[in-house]
């Protein structure tokens, strides 16, 4: 039972009961206060992949942001590693901040289009402390290669690569800090399908050598199911359903999750037969 | 090029399209090849490929709007058998005839003026009507498009819509003229899955309810495979595959289309690593001899050192490689 919470020191992140309100304000919020996350509770344990999907305006990107401390939250409590993550400061939460790396859909907002690739990369090492220029070079280029780049790329500029090299450079960036957590916001819904499956067995390599963990927000379910261990289904601000990935793909419960498994565009012939679903 | 290769139910009819790009230094490069293709009327029709490929280039040199530079050199355009490209100014076909809705559909809205004022603007270009009828004209598009209480939403501004209503709102707009053919590219690219489906399931309706053709430009592949007719696959600039629905992905004869289809993710039943195809689209100034898709493709042989000639292999289905 992953979601269980028997072994809470085998659990890098644990959020409860964790709901979040936008206060409307003007024309723009016609509803009035928008409540993104309303008690929602989820825990990842160290080595686990999390993927979350649901419809547009679900909350998933809020949820990423609350757990990084961009966006506050209003009641429950969301703690990584043990400690409570609203109450850190110092270098608790320098040390979060470096422990738990975003990689958000568009790379290109990440990168400073002034800074060369190979710059913003090696400013992840000066969050390490470490200043020594020459090994930081060798690093930055050796992290390139790792995620499959020409490490002359260091001294490109953001705009002068393509959108699956820029998305890798962005995976380099967030793994300088050697990070024990990746929040991934839809990594590869811009990316063409080859260099989509390219990124994604990135990924799983990465994992394989670096060993961190992973929550995946995606509106591709088939992404999903190649990435994750577990799932969790979120609908207006609340978990709708969650479990093992293959279980809750092969037999959903809730009818919302039947309707996007139903709407989830597979490649026609190779829709996932019963009998491959366990 | 005879009129007898013309289907009497063709709409779009489009032979031997070239389109190059000049540079000041270099040859002029090739964005299109010897492109080919046609559209039926009330016939949704895929046109896939890697970015890169040349699929936006080839929607917009239908209505006149390539970049500088590049040019048509050579090929046929017709539409309801009248030629596009030497005959009709291409300001009065888009629209009118052939309406885009184009790649960049988020950035496409003035933030400045209201949805309304946008989506009826072709109306007060093209159309001549009123001012009043163009409102109310503007408030049935928006409605036939789904933007919940449209009237009253027609005076808001393209933040207040959330980017699906702002698809939609394009969408509306391409309709406005009621052209027969829709150039839809990569619509839904920029949308999570359940705006997705419906913006798809909101084409095939329309298709339906006012008879019009679409040309659905998409990088997915299992989108493109749920809804098309036909699908035309695109690679470096060439057709490289072609046929119904069922015969691209249930019969697939082209190595390319093979790899596209084996690279993407299935629900369950996943190997261990994706399968991907090594090495990345050529450039369109980069010299290629023999096959364009050679230096990538698994299956290359001795005779791939000579370009393959798009051939028909059973039916509607045909297939640019010397082995397939
Ligand atoms: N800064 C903000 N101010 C006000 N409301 C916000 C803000 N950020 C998000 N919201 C609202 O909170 C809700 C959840 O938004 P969120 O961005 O988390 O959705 P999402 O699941 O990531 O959607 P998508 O799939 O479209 O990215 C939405 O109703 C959104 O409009
Ligand atoms: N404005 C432009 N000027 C010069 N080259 C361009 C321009 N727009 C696109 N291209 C080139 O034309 C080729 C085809 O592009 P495009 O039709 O946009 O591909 P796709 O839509 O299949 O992704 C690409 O090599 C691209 O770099
Ligand atoms: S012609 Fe040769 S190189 Fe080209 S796709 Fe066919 S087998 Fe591959
Ligand atoms: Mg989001
Ligand atoms: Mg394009």
Redesign the pocket.
């Known amino acids: 039972m992953p979601f269980a919470a028997g072994m809470p020191d085998a659990m890098l992140l644990v959020a409860r009961k964790l709901s979040?309100t936008?206060?409307g304000r003007g024309l723009?919020?016609r509803g009035g206060d928008?409540r993104?996350?309303n008690e929602v509770s989820f825990s990842l344990a160290k080595n686990q992949t999390l993927g979350i999907v649901?419809?547009?305006?679900?909350?998933?990107?809020?949820?990423?942001?609350v757990i990084l401390r961009l966006?506050p939250y209003d009641s429950g409590n969301v703690a990584f590693d043990g400690a409570e993550v609203a109450t850190l400061s110092g270098t608790a939460l320098k040390d979060l901040r470096r422990r738990v790396q975003p990689v958000f859909q568009d790379p290109y907002a990440t990168f400073n289009p002034r800074f060369s690739i190979g710059s913003s990369i090696g400013l992840g090492f000066e969050l390490l402390g470490e200043h020594r220029r020459q090994g930081v070079r060798e690093e930055v280029r050796r992290l390139l290669d790792d995620v499959g780049l020409d490490p002359d790329l260091e001294r490109a500029l953001p705009h002068e690569l393509s959108g699956g090299q820029r998305q890798r450079a962005a995976i380099a960036r967030a793994l300088a800090v050697r990070p024990d957590l990746l929040l991934l916001?839809?990594p590869t819904s811009a990316l063409d399908v080859s260099v989509q499956a390219q990124v994604l067995n990135l990924f799983k390599d990465l994992r394989r050598r670096y060993g961190f963990s992973l929550i995946l927000?995606t509106?591709d379910l088939p992404v999903v199911g190649f990435m994750c261990d577990h799932l969790l289904v979120?609908k207006s601000?609340e978990v709708v359903e969650r479990g093992a990935t293959a279980t809750v793909i092969g037999k959903p419960v809730s009818p919302y999750t039947r309707a996007l498994i139903d709407s989830a565009p597979e490649v026609s012939g190779k829709k996932a037969q019963p009998a491959e679903r366990q | 090029m005879t009129d007898s290769g013309l289907a009497p139910e063709s709409l779009l009819e489009v032979e031997g399209l070239t389109i190059v790009l000049r540079h000041r230094h270099r040859p002029p490069a090739s964005i299109a090849r010897d492109v080919s293709f046609h559209v039926n009327a009330g016939e949704i029709v895929g046109l896939i490929g890697e970015s890169g490929s040349g699929k936006t280039m080839t929607a917009k040199s239908l209505i006149g709007l390539l970049p500088d530079r590049m040019d048509v050199v050579s090929g046929r355009v017709r539409f309801r058998g009248r030629d596009l490209l030497d005959g009709d100014d291409p300001a009065r076909v888009r629209g009118r005839d052939i309406a885009l809705i184009p790649q960049d559909a988020l950035h496409a809205l003035n933030p400045v003026k209201t949805i309304g004022w946008q989506v009826g603007e072709p109306l007060q270009v093209h159309g001549g009507l009123r001012r009043r009828r163009i409102a109310s004209v503007v408030g049935d598009l928006l409605e036939r498009v789904h933007i919940p209480d449209a009237r009253r939403r027609a005076v808001d501004y393209p933040h207040q819509f959330?980017?699906g209503m702002q698809q939609r709102a394009l969408t509306a707009m391409a309709l406005s003229m009621e052209p027969p053919l829709i150039l839809a590219d990569e619509p839904t690219t920029a949308l999570?899955v359940t705006i997705q489906a419906e913006i798809i399931d909101l084409i095939g309706e329309l298709r339906d309810a006012t008879g019009a053709s679409f040309l659905f430009i998409s990088h997915d592949l299992a989108l493109v495979s749920s809804f098309c007719d036909r699908i035309y696959v695109m690679y470096a600039g060439e057709i490289v595959e072609s046929g119904t629905k069922d015969a691209i992905f249930s019969h697939t004869r082209h190595p390319y289309t093979r790899a596209l289809i084996g690279a993407a993710p299935r629900l369950a039943g996943n190997p261990e690593r994706l399968p991907t195809i090594p090495g990345r689209i050529p450039r369109p100034h980069e010299e290629i001899r023999g096959c364009r898709f050679r230096e990538r493709c698994p299956d290359a042989g001795t005779a791939c050192g000579e370009a393959p000639r798009l051939e028909t292999a059973d039916g509607d289905h045909a297939v640019r490689c010397w082995y397939a």
């Open positions: 979040t936008f206060r723009l919020r928008v993104a996350l649901g419809e547009s305006g679900s909350g998933k990107s809020t949820l990423l942001r966006t916001d839809e927000v509106h979120m601000g | 959330s980017g999570d």
